[in-house]
Every structure is written in C-alpha cells, then in structure tokens.
C-alpha cells in the first residue's frame, strides 16, 4: 500500500472539510463517521490497486523469458498490462 493508515486518516479528514466548506454539500452523518466511510473507500482503492499490481507482476515473472527474448520494454508491458486488467475489472485508475 502507498500510504499509511494515518496518511489516508489525514486525506479523509481533508476530504470532508472540503466537503463540508462547499455550499452546495450537506453531511448526512456527522464529519467524523463520514471521514471513516471516505478512508473506507480510500482504502478500498489503494487494495485494488495492490491487487492489480500483483497480478501484473505475476504475468511479467510468468512470460519473463518470452520478454527478455523479444527485448520488450517492460514498464511499457507493466502499463499495458495495469491498464487491461483495470478495465477488466472495471476500475479506474
């Protein structure tokens, strides 16, 4: 994961005071159960993430040798492959 627990506690906290200092937005809960629901989420995206690197790591270690024999560019492969398995599962980078 990219950032600590603490780090995205700060982000959500950022988050909702944004939200709560923008006219148009009204809190259905109070700031601090809305800050847990949006580290939620946050949370959520960055395990995504992890998880589709993963999977793209595991793709690049099992065609390793057809990449090397081919002199492919692997973080080109790297991206490529991110990108198709986010669309894959529907998430958006």
């Known amino acids: 994961m990219r950032f600590s627990q603490e780090k995205v506690k700060d982000l959500a906290r950022q988050i909702v005071t944004m939200m709560e200092e923008h006219p148009s937005v009204t809190l259905q809960d109070t700031p601090t159960a809305v800050a847990v629901e949006v580290g939620s989420v946050i949370l959520d995206n960055l395990r995504e993430e992890d998880e589709i690197d993963a999977e793209v790591d595991d793709l690049l270690r099992e065609h390793s040798a057809?990449?090397?024999?081919?002199?492919?560019?692997?973080?080109?492969l790297r991206l490529k492959f991110r990108r198709q398995i986010a669309r894959e599962r529907g998430f958006v980078l």
């Open 66 to 76: 057809d990449i090397r024999s081919q002199d492919m560019d692997v973080e080109s």
